[in-house]
Each structure stands twice: as structure tokens, then as C-alpha cells.
């Protein structure tokens, strides 16, 4: 193996999800020396495997992984969390002569490491308590009408993140799209080879029917039930997670287990959108389609693109 430059560029891999990150990212870190940091944040919690598509043992022994399994469901994880294990993560990478590649789909933990934290508030319990009790379509409400631009982009399946936008805007009395846009959009202020992995929509939308399929064969209706007496039930942050959400629903009767896998699906697809508008306008990245490509070729033509001769 090739011996790593002295202190090497880290390397961004963003993108939506089932577009095949893990598996390049994997096939890059062999080829440069490199060791991944999840950008995932619901690989951080431990026992949400199934339903995160969280590396096997057998990949995190292949390469390292940093930033998974690092928080029980019965505590909260942020983007202040993610960002100084990401950086201590980051230093011992570094101090082993290897290559960080940063690897996942949640946009607010790339922006947030790359830019700051902004400067939104930290959580008020008396405000927060007040919303949690009030219905969503009240909360849709009041958010479009107080912040058009959040409730034009947020995801509002989503009580939790409806939730934290309306927490801003009253602790603040500012909308809270304004004091996102206190980062400097699209200007980090870590250097690094920025990409990001897409596919033609229709071969995405496959791959998702395909992936949540196998997550179901799996056995997520079973690892969900078990992990909510671990605290999944009671986790506003992990109980919002794709599949576990919609399965959590259906465990309480609200449809079948048909039903539930279609839903599934739709969510997925319809995240993985959201996912690609947000990365398109937030972060200026060097995207690449793939069509069918391995995984190993694709590494082959980033080692090109980040380490040329």
C-alpha cells in the first residue's frame, strides 16, 4: 500500500441515502489509507442497526469506522455532539498518518463541522414542553406562517424537527431559516476534496424498494420491538428514524405489516429527495451519477480525482 502524503486533504462523501456511499467509501479508504467517519445520525446510537444500514462488523473490521455506536437511546445526540467526536475522531486519524474520509447523508452534521454550529439556541424546556403538547397541523401552521422558508424545506413528517425550528423561533423572535443562513453557505472552513454520489431517479428508487426489502427480511419488525423497552419509545431523536418510525406505528396497530413496507418506501424516497435538494444547495460539491458503476470503480476514479500523481 501506498504510503499517505504527510498530512492529507480529508475527503466528503454526501449525498442521499441508498445511492451506494458506504460502499465506495469503503473501497476509497483501502485505496488511500483512510479510515471513514459516519455522517449518519442514527448510526451513532447503538441497537439502530438494521434499520440505518449500518456497516456489518465485518466492514468496520476491514476498515475503521469512527462516529457509530457511539450513544445509547436512552440520551440525546446533536450536532455539538457529533462535531467534537468528529474533530477527536479526525486528530487520531490524522495522528496515524491515515486519510479522514467523512461518509453519510445528514447535511445539518457535514454543515455543522465544516461551518459552525450558527447560532441558534440551545433548548428551552418550558417552550419545548408547551409545543410537544400541541398537535402538528397547529405547529404547521404557526411555522408557515412565522418562517415560509422553513416550512417550505422542512420535513414535516417530522414533529421533532417542526418542533426545534418553532423552539428557535420563539426563544429568538427571528425566523429560524435567518439565523441558519448565519453559515456561510457553500465557503468551509475545512479544506478537503468535496463529492458527492447520486443516481438517476429511477435506478435510486429501485435500489430503495430493494434496500428497504432486506431490511424487513432482515428482521426490523423484531430488532424495533426490542429496542423499545431500551428507550426507542421514549428517544424523540431515534424514534424519528426512517422504518423504525413507520414500524413502531404498525406494532400499535395503525396498519399492516404490507402496508408498513410500502410506507416504508415512500418515506425513503421521499427523504432521499429532500436529501439531494438540500445537498445541491447547501454545499458546493463535485457530483457524481452513477449508473451501474462497482463500487471499486468509482474508488478508482476518486483516488484519481483526490490523490493525481
Not at 456511499?21 to 476509497?28: D, H, I, M, P, Q
Not at 420535513?155 to 420563539?170: C, G, M, S, T, Y
Request: include cysteine; aromatic fraction near 6%.
Amino acid at each position: 500500500m501506498e504510503k499517505a502524503n504527510p498530512d492529507p486533504l480529508p475527503v466528503f462523501l454526501a449525498g442521499p441515502t441508498a445511492a451506494g456511499k458506504s460502499a465506495v467509501a469503503l473501497e476509497l479508504a483501502e485505496r488511500i489509507n483512510g479510515e471513514i467517519v459516519s455522517v449518519d445520525s442514527m448510526q451513532v446510537y447503538r441497537g439502530l442497526d438494521i434499520g440505518t444500514a449500518k456497516p456489518s462488523p465485518a466492514e468496520q473490521k476491514r476498515v475503521p469506522h469512527h462516529l457509530i455506536d457511539v450513544a445509547s437511546l436512552d440520551e440525546s445526540f446533536d450536532a455539538a455532539r457529533f462535531v467534537s467526536l468528529a474533530g477527536a475522531a479526525v486528530a487520531g486519524i490524522r495522528s496515524r498518518g491515515r486519510v479522514p474520509i467523512f461518509c453519510g447523508g445528514t447535511g445539518l452534521y457535514f454543515k455543522a463541522f465544516l461551518e459552525g454550529l450558527g447560532s441558534a439556541p440551545p433548548s428551552d424546556p418550558k417552550v419545548r414542553a408547551e409545543l410537544e403538547l400541541t398537535p402538528l397541523e397547529n405547529l404547521l401552521t404557526e411555522l408557515e406562517r412565522r418562517d415560509p422558508a422553513t416550512f417550505q424545506t422542512v420535513d414535516r413528517q417530522n414533529p421533532r424537527r417542526v418542533i426545534r425550528a418553532l423552539e428557535v423561533i420563539r426563544v429568538t423572535g427571528r425566523p429560524f431559516s435567518e439565523q441558519r443562513a448565519d453559515w456561510q453557505s457553500g465557503r468551509p472552513a475545512v479544506a478537503g476534496h468535496f463529492i458527492g454520489l447520486a443516481r438517476p431517479a429511477g435506478e435510486l428508487s429501485d435500489r430503495i424498494r430493494q434496500r428497504v426489502d432486506e431490511m424487513f427480511a432482515k428482521g426490523l419488525v423484531a430488532e424495533t420491538e426490542a429496542l423499545l423497552p431500551r428507550g426507542l419509545a421514549t428517544n424523540p431523536t431515534a424514534l424519528q428514524a426512517l422504518g423504525y418510525r413507520q414500524v413502531v406505528e404498525h406494532l400499535r396497530g395503525e396498519r399492516s405489516l404490507a402496508e408498513t413496507i410500502e410506507l416504508v418506501k415512500i418515506r425513503t424516497r421521499q427523504f432521499a429527495k429532500r436529501q439531494l435538494t438540500w445537498f445541491r444547495r447547501q454545499m458546493k460539491l463535485d457530483w457524481i451519477v452513477l449508473e451501474g458503476q462497482p463500487p471499486a470503480a468509482v474508488a478508482e476514479q476518486l483516488v484519481k480525482q483526490t490523490h493525481p500523481k
